[in-house]
């Protein structure tokens, strides 16, 4: 059933603290719960009490002591209702029993290679013990663990250890205290035989935090560089919004069974170890920025998410959409902020603009849900993050800073809402942000068009913008947005150019705000024609078009002072070159010949750095041209234009290439510098461009393979040859495979290497991985690499006209749901472009999706999706 925003009301009674004892063992594990709780305000005394609880066995019940008798309770498959407590504070003492051994969901206690370990975000804990399992409510938790001291020589929970001993039968015990109030998707728990690593880090107050890092026994060395990334990111908060850290140990454990990339319970984060282990032998630079970034992620949650949580989940954005936009800011101030603007705004658009484009279109603030685990999303967590940045656009760094302020100050120690959120900066800004506020409840990527006219005669400059929202499921009707236009005028010879008066709209020194569905500006004293560059450093997550001719684009990647707009001007020459072939159109010579020129122009640049080069010289991606086409889209058709245009813009630059890459080798030790990480990138990307463009680069990728010495160069060169299968790809996999052996996360990579191949043979080579009976089933990262990577990474295959890829990716989402229903659902969100696609393919589409829903036992998470992915 549906759960609705409007319908939200605090629960009759609260939860003012926990006590928790864990007898962990084999096969069973019992958990005796003190719950100490009361009547709100206004109950109704004796009002039924409901606790949430799932695939719990019930052993003991009491209230005060007292056992209760059979006709007190009733207990069914989603919970345990008291039926009258008493109308006064009381504990609630239950015992149950759990078995975290088979407890393939990976949601509550489970088992990963032998460790226990939890994860309760967002409705684990009721598969822990009976509680009032939602975000409003906060306790104080006090927890007992005992477990075997072989099995288990380490036993952590969430906030400070206050005891720790041995007992008879080879068992030990430790207690953990949390002081502070927080609501049961921040429980976590953790006992089995790891190893560590250890530092220290004093906050700018004087509180000395004890860190640690537990992983397996022998990949000690490989948490350094994540212990690294946590003391800047511990320095950054305190530095950047004035938060320092609050208890005095602060641990992070990788586990390798992990649904997803990490969990920010309190003072104890728990991560899936992909985002954890680096070394330089078998981590990219792409895997130690990710590591960074992640480690930040789930640091910067202790003020935003746990000190302030969400009131319940439609809010989920409120920590979610702020901690990402931090998360970003930290790697911003740590590396580039030009290249990290590029690549965020890429993941936005890949990840992001299709599933607002598509049936699973939702704001970021969703009103309804059936399944909030199917709501952590590209939209409320990336796109949650442009709405803050928007924020931070239009308020200017100090008024954001005075809000951020604010809400710390005003809601530590709350489950609070978006509502509330706004209302800080409203306060500390003095404005009004009640249609802003339309960017968190309304779904879909709004369109802006530009166009632009001049009169020389009156030296008048005129820009028209507008704003257009298409319907999204449920939402036929779009409000006009805010929308921040930061923009500039730049002149004839190239530089900026200003303006004397402007009417006719809101005009800053170097931002429009459109507020209207329309407006048209006048500005005078323009002494020549201007080029406008829009929408600078993506100011605003929407769809631009403008009149702009591929010229004034060459012109824009040339002079812009906006590196974002540089970068944009040339992929949008590029876009309008690939749209244009698959719509059969004569080929625009001059265009492609200019492009080629500009490439080559920017390769040259000496003031440019090698990460944002990287990024440049590329073509824009075949899902974006797909959705710029819109509808009827034949992913072959689109790959070949764009190979064609590939060797058509970097064929004639093919010695040039190979010249910078022969220049950017390097003997220095591996280390993830920006500097060498900006190298390697250039380096790896015209490595790629070769082996499209060059009848030599495939020969350049297999011996720069066999030559790497670090996994970045390896992986870059295995990628290039094994996505567009050239002759040595596969036996350059089957090299890696054996190189490897015995490293799951290296496996991780062949898989997805394996699965994005581009050529026919693709769908029966994933199918004998699969079914090979030593594939590990039940692991997340193993089933995401090979069959998430070829249902989101391989657009044409998994696209087949004759149906056999999405068959194969029902299939799969049918089997692995019985286990590890989230697994399955997110894999089944790469169908979510399914209704652009031509009619053949759209019809084998929903075809496989009807098939898949005549299965009867899908998990609610699977039928969700399914569901809003036919529309229903
Ligand atoms: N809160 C975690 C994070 O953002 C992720 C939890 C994901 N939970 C889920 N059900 N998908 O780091
Ligand atoms: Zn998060």
Redesign the pocket.
Known sequence: HTIYLKDYAPTPYRIVSVDLDFKIAPDTTRVRAQLTIEPREGTEPGAPLALDGEELKLEEIAIDGAPLVLSAYAADATGLTVIAPPARRFVLETLVSITPETNTKLMGLYRSSDVWCT?C??EGFRRITYYLDRPDVLATFKVRMTADETLAPVLLANGNLVARGSLDNGQHFAVWEDPFPKPAYLFALVAGDLGSITDTYTTGSGRKVDLAIYCAHGKEEQCAWAMDSLKRSMAWDEKRFGREYDLDVFNIVAVSDF??????NKGLNIFNDRLVFAKPETATDADYENIER?IA??YF?NWT?NRITCRDWFQLCL??GL?VYRDQEFTSDERSRSVKRISDVLTLRSAQFPEDAGPLAHPPRPDQYRE??NF?TPTV?EKGAEVVRMLATLLGEAGFRKGMDLYFERHDGEATTIEAFLKVFEDANEVDLGQFKTWYLEAGTPKVTVSDTYDAESQTYRLSINQETAPTPGQPEKADRVIPVAFGLIGPNGSPMGWKGVSGGEVREDMIVLRDKSAEMTFTGVASKPVPSLLRGFSAPVNLATNLTQNDRLFLAQHDSDPFNRWQALQDVGLALIVDAVAGNEADEAAILALSAAMSDTLANNSLDDAFKALALNLPDEQLVGRTIGKDVDPAAIHTARKALLKAVFGPLVDRMYTAYATLASEAPYAPTTEQTGRRALRNRLMALMVTASPNGPALAADQYRHATNMTDRFAALVAAGVAWTADAAALLADFRLRFAGDPLVFDKWLAVNARAEDEGVLSRIEIILDDPAFPKNNPNRLRSLVGSFAMGNPVQFTRADGAGFRFVTQFVADVDTRNP?VAARVLTGFRIWPMLEATRREAAREALVTLKENENLSRNTSDILARMLGE
């Open positions: 994860q975000e967002p649904n997803f990339g990490a969990m920010e992640v992620h789930e949650h998410g920590k979610e901690t909030i685990n952590y967590y989230q």
